[in-house]
């Protein structure tokens, strides 16, 4: 992968994280849930509840 389209997926990424911390925070969920991880990505810090 080059360097620019490198660039281009870090930069939809961070989009995405930014959309889903938007759709916690609507649905009632405290922020920050989402850490950044230097040089390692992102961990979602919450409980997650499954409903069937």
Known sequence: ???QDA???NSSIK???SRL???LESAGVAAPQI???HKLGYAL????????
């Open 21 to 23: 911390r938007k759709k």
């Open 15 to 17: 989009m995405c994280v």
């Open 7 to 9: 660039e281009t997926s």
């Open 1 to 3: 992968m080059g360097k």
């Open 45 to 52: 810090c919450c409980q997650v509840v499954i409903v069937c």
């Open 35 to 37: 850490k950044s991880l």
